[in-house]
């Protein structure tokens, strides 16, 4: 077994055992900045985007694979901007630890369509462009803060990439590419070795809402996870232990055309570094063990049945059946929905359930959510469970989710609310009070086994997706949802029943309706 095996393990252990180091404490006033820097390089404003009405939901989570609409500079700007640029402030009354910062502008909570573990977004958006782009061919790095790309090279290299990406890619045959890398100290100054848990699924949850916003659109989005990472690392001149590449994605481009074969160009590089803050920046060795070990196989593309044993296990049929009523349509268009979305943060009110239909909605969505796309198969590797505590129709207990037959089965009677709260670890939520908790469990060792420890990468990506995907059906719903990695997980398996099916509950989803008329302030910037 790879070292992945064995971090999985120690991430399911960690609120019995903690993982070293267990004493840290992150030195606040040393972090980094919350994105990439790169003094004295040119910038290119990006256009607006308007969003059409019927590009809702309903229709993002279809995901026509064979979408014929393109992508032009504005539908880039667009995405990007509903995705992982700042669209405004955020300085609510809430229960998260941070509250006491948030009115000093230098601290101030910036909102993004995208959620992001402990709101740190790690993920580092690169457009690789070749001669059909609007703008010279080149590599543009995106300044969320200015929503302006940053030429870092002028030249066309899209043959690396291509080069890089091999035979078998998915997605078009074309000259534009968006690249995704997580630079770790973005997220490990707080959260140390357990950073490559949690930045994996923000990959997971960015990619995820560029799918939802594509889709919708009628244009699409298919990931690439399996591809030359030293090659694509190089021509971006990151730091390989420091740096990884977790995803390129090919974009059809509007009038462009097939580009022609020609030899790869000799090798090149970014000569631009990105500048960093910290004066003092650390290395954890479980961190860039997991680095080593999942970029080591990252040309190895896994063929499409071979997770075939790693999907998720079908509904237990001799459980109680609790039917679930057609799903709340999903209406709202995909851009309100991302630009309305946050974390609830223990605004959660149990005197107002939910509806039966809204829970459908949200479990129905979460699993859709959960495949990808890309060169990762077709297959369904998350399976879903909910504490159910306050819904119109449905008893509480806990249950596994049937999507096969949009049904709940009974696991355990009973309210779980005194369960949920005695295992988990924070303040900043009061399980109790939520409607239900949602918790995806994906067979992560089956996955390992089946193609390799860059497979972890995929379980987290994953996981992300569908947490995306629920934050995003609950603000199309109207009702709140907040997504937590603190929580006890071997507690969960034995509570849950999983001891002998192999399945790892990773995160939990809170959803529910929030207290009415609450303190909050915004102010929009986009």
């Known amino acids: 077994m790879g070292y992945a095996h064995e971090y999985a393990a120690a991430i399911l252990q960690r609120g019995r055992v903690p993982m070293d180091p267990a004493d840290f404490v992150p030195n606040w006033s040393d972090g980094p900045r919350k994105t990439k820097f790169y003094p004295g390089t040119d910038s290119l404003p990006l256009p607006d985007c308007d969003y059409p009405a019927h590009a809702d939901l309903d229709r993002g989570l279809a995901q026509d694979t064979g979408a014929d609409d393109a992508f032009d500079l504005a539908l880039l700007s667009g995405m990007l901007r509903d995705s992982y640029g700042l669209t405004g402030r955020r300085l609510g009354v809430q229960a998260n630890t941070d509250l006491s910062a948030l009115p000093y502008y230098?601290?101030?909570?910036?909102?993004?369509?995208?959620?992001?573990?402990?709101?740190?977004?790690?993920?580092?958006?690169?457009?690789?462009?070749?001669?059909?782009?609007?703008?010279?061919?080149?590599?543009?790095?995106?300044?969320?803060?200015?929503?302006?790309?940053?030429?870092?090279?002028?030249?066309?290299?899209?043959?690396?990439?291509?080069?890089?990406?091999?035979?078998?890619?998915?997605?078009?045959?074309?000259?534009?590419?968006?690249?995704?890398?997580?630079?770790?100290?973005?997220?490990?100054?707080?959260?140390?070795?357990?950073?490559?848990?949690?930045?994996?699924?923000?990959?997971?949850?960015?990619?995820?809402?560029?799918?939802?916003?594509?889709?919708?659109?009628?244009?699409?989005?298919?990931?690439?996870?399996?591809?030359?990472?030293?090659?694509?690392?190089?021509?971006?001149?990151?730091?390989?232990?420091?740096?990884?590449?977790?995803?390129?994605?090919?974009?059809?481009?509007?009038?462009?055309?097939?580009?022609?074969?020609?030899?790869?160009?000799?090798?090149?590089?970014?000569?631009?570094?990105?500048?960093?803050?910290?004066?003092?920046?650390?290395?954890?060795?479980?961190?860039?063990?997991?680095?080593?070990?999942?970029?080591?196989?990252?040309?190895?593309?896994?063929?499409?049945?071979?997770?075939?044993?790693?999907?998720?296990?079908?509904?237990?049929?001799?459980?109680?059946?609790?039917?679930?009523?057609?799903?709340?349509?999903?209406?709202?268009?995909?851009?309100?929905?991302?630009?309305?979305?946050?974390?609830?943060?223990?605004?959660?009110?149990?005197?107002?359930?939910?509806?039966?239909?809204?829970?459908?909605?949200?479990?129905?969505a979460s699993v859709a959510g959960s495949r990808i796309g890309g060169d990762t198969g077709g297959q369904r590797l998350a399976k879903l469970y909910a504490f159910v505590c306050h819904v119109d129709g449905v008893e509480p207990g806990a249950y596994e989710y049937d999507p096969d037959a949009h049904s709940l089965r009974l696991v355990k009677a009973g309210d779980p609310g005194g369960f949920l709260q005695k295992n988990y670890f924070l303040s900043n939520y009061n399980l109790e009070q939520a409607a239900a908790v949602l918790v995806p469990t994906v067979r992560t060792d089956a996955v390992l086994d089946a193609v390799g420890d860059r497979g972890y990468r995929l379980v987290n990506a994953a996981v992300g997706a569908i947490a995306q995907t629920a934050y995003t059906t609950a603000s199309a719903l109207g009702i709140g949802c907040g997504v937590a990695l603190g929580f006890d997980n071997i507690s969960y398996i034995e509570e849950l029943g999983l001891e002998e099916t192999g399945e790892a509950p990773l995160l939990i989803m809170m959803i529910g309706n929030e207290r009415p008329a609450p303190a909050d302030f915004r102010y929009e910037i986009a």
């Open 106 to 364: 230098p601290l101030a909570n910036w909102s993004r369509g995208t959620a992001s573990g402990g709101g740190l977004y790690p993920v580092a958006v690169h457009w690789v462009s070749g001669p059909s782009g609007p703008v010279p061919p080149g590599v543009h790095h995106y300044s969320v803060r200015h929503h302006a790309m940053r030429r870092l090279l002028t030249g066309d290299v899209t043959g690396e990439v291509r080069a890089a990406l091999g035979d078998g890619a998915p997605g078009p045959d074309t000259d534009q590419y968006l690249v995704l890398t997580i630079k770790y100290w973005q997220n490990a100054f707080k959260y140390n070795n357990f950073s490559f848990h949690a930045v994996s699924m923000d990959l997971g949850a960015c990619v995820q809402t560029w799918r939802l916003w594509a889709g919708a659109r009628g244009l699409s989005v298919e990931p690439a996870l399996w591809f030359d990472e030293e090659r694509i690392g190089r021509l971006l001149g990151v730091d390989p232990e420091a740096e990884g590449v977790f995803a390129v994605v090919p974009l059809k481009w509007a009038g462009a055309t097939a580009p022609a074969p020609f030899p790869s160009p000799p090798p090149v590089s970014v000569r631009h570094r990105d500048q960093e803050r910290s004066r003092t920046v650390l290395a954890f060795d479980a961190l860039r063990r997991m680095q080593a070990v999942t970029a080591a196989g990252a040309t190895e593309r896994p063929a499409p049945e071979a997770l075939d044993p790693a999907v998720a296990h079908p509904a237990d049929p001799d459980r109680t059946e609790t039917a679930l009523p057609a799903c709340s349509p999903l209406s709202t268009d995909v851009r309100t929905a991302l630009r309305t979305r946050r974390s609830s943060f223990g605004r959660f009110e149990a005197q107002q359930p939910i509806g039966s239909d809204q829970l459908a909605a949200c479990l129905a």
